[in-house]
């Protein structure tokens, strides 16, 4: 109150965001970020270095492309983004293009993503960057802007990022956060490792509110030696192949619980590539002498590499999916696309479980992700997740007697509208007539006919109610020691599969 009382509530508000250890003191460490901004004035090296860099060793050369975020995706711009403050978006609209368009880094710093020596095996997952929440922890604070100094195997993903944006967050406010990685080639003497990276950024500065941009994911690839000292290839990018790739917060307060904006949109590119191998940065000749990069007519000095031959290999998409359940073990169910679902089920005989969401289940994102937990109560969405989708009772019924699917608003209503095939039109009619906002869990026949369905927010609205408030008798409880929510979705697929009964009889 008095600490209130003395700076007002804006004034509160950028002290406890910067203030993040709670003392009610701000340390020099803290204080930081604003010196730095009053003067102009930032250290030359912000954060620790692992090692020493070799002077004589490799560089690479890393590439920004960066297309900003179509405006007109977002959900607020259908009505002129009424209501929303220009202020609030400003760090949105003037971010055109990357802050660091090309970086040179020591190949070296890429050993960041060598595997432990006990994760040698193809598809086998790592953790570069562990995630420290789960739904016991809760999640970080959104009144923030400047990212905490990043340390050891977070310095490297860190800096990648900054080229992007000065504001990087390499551990994102909701699980699961971190990086995960995997083999997907071996040759004698290279890896090529496939990762995942969740990571967000911050737009905004003081005087203005938080504002949250948080790519679905980042992935990509690395091709680099077994001792770190070359790297032949690097991909980091996020995948722009749905149409919605982002989500975004932004606070309307001066506290925690002030109100908060949500939406979602589409980022068309947001890559770094390397545009060739490492190369050393300082060349000798047979004898050791050091030589001069570029030949006598001026041209710089070609290097030639030897062709890796891979000894064991898998398919990029394969090495994709062990990374997805990794971050998200719900995904040990196959979430197929919408209309191949349909297929399927048919093909096998068996009901489609389907999901119907405002943005996408499984990138990240607070976190069933972009949308379970925006849409719902803070946490509610991860708890959906956390609990009930990764529950080893659900996923054995789903992998028994179901094709899972999941598919976003937008997508439907733009197959709805496709007439060339005329079944798939339908499929997405009937799905689209049982949609409430945020989350619509549907159970149906092969034809499309809609048996059973729930919305996310009912769901679990009785979950957490004591069971003999419960006035539905669609829903019951299990008198084991299971989840309640656990226990009410098996009802609610074992209730699917009572009432298809007559349909798969006939």
């Known amino acids: 109150e008095l600490a209130l009382k003395s700076l007002g509530s804006e004034g509160l508000f950028l002290f406890s965001s910067l203030d993040t250890n709670n003392d009610l003191h701000l340390s020099p460490e803290e204080f930081k970020p604003i010196a730095e901004k009053l003067t102009g004035v930032a250290p030359a090296s912000e954060f620790e270095e692992e090692d020493t860099p070799d002077p004589d060793g490799e560089t690479l050369s890393i590439v920004a492309k960066f297309q900003p975020l179509v405006m007109e995706t977002m959900t607020k711009s259908k009505d002129g983004f009424l209501g929303i403050s220009h202020v609030a978006l400003s760090g949105l609209r003037n971010w055109t293009a990357p802050a660091v368009p090309i970086s040179v880094l020591s190949a070296r710093q890429f050993k960041a993503f060598l595997p432990p020596k ?27 802007f400047y990212p905490p100094p990043p340390k050891g195997k977070e310095i490297l993903i860190h800096r990648l990022l900054s080229m992007f944006h000065p504001r990087p967050f390499v551990k994102t406010r909701f699980a699961p956060q971190g990086a995960v990685a995997c083999i997907q080639a071996i040759s004698t003497f290279y890896y090529t490792i496939a990762f995942r990276i969740h990571a967000e950024f911050q737009l905004n500065e003081p005087p203005d509110f938080p504002f949250w941009f948080s790519p679905g994911q980042f992935t990509g690839h690395i091709i680099l030696s077994k001792d770190s000292s070359h790297v032949r290839e690097f ?55 050091v030589i001069d990069s570029r030949d006598p007519s001026g041209e710089p000095i070609q290097f030639v590499f030897e062709e890796i031959t891979w000894q064991q290999e898998i398919p990029w998409e394969e090495a994709a999916q062990k990374l997805e359940v990794a971050m998200y073990p719900f995904k040990k169910v196959s979430y197929l696309p919408f209309t191949e679902a349909f297929e399927r089920a048919k093909a096998e005989k068996k009901l489609v479980h389907s999901i119907l969401l405002w943005g996408a289940l499984d990138d990240q994102k607070q976190q069933v992700t972009v949308c379970l937990s925006v849409c719902l109560t803070p946490g509610s969405g991860r708890t959906l997740r956390e609990t009930v989708l990764e529950s080893s009772p659900i996923l054995a019924l789903l992998n028994e007697s179901f094709i899972s699917s999941w598919s976003l608003v937008k997508e439907l209503e733009e197959l709805q509208t496709n007439r060339e095939n005329e079944f798939y039109s339908k499929l997405a009619d009937l799905h689209l007539e049982k949609y409430n906002f945020p989350v619509e869990m549907i159970i149906c026949l092969p034809n499309g006919t809609v048996l059973h369905h729930i919305n996310a927010n009912y769901f679990l609205d009785i979950t957490s109610m004591k069971p003999e408030d419960v006035e539905s008798s669609i829903f019951s409880f299990s008198t084991n020691f299971e989840d309640p929510s656990t226990a009410t979705y098996l009802q609610f697929l074992k209730e699917g599969l009572q009432r298809a009964k007559p349909y798969l009889q006939t």
């Open 118 to 144: 006990n994760k040698v095996d193809l598809g086998d997952p790592w953790w570069i960057i562990p995630s420290e929440l789960n739904i016991f922890t809760g999640y970080l604070s959104n009144n923030r």
């Open 235 to 289: 991909r980091l990018f996020v995948p722009n192949n749905r149409s919605l790739n982002v989500d975004m917060e932004w606070l309307y307060g001066a506290s925690e619980s002030s109100s908060m904006e949500v939406d979602i949109g589409y980022l068309p590119q947001m890559e770094l590539e390397s545009p060739g191998p490492s190369i050393p940065s300082v060349i000798h000749d047979e004898n050791g002498n």
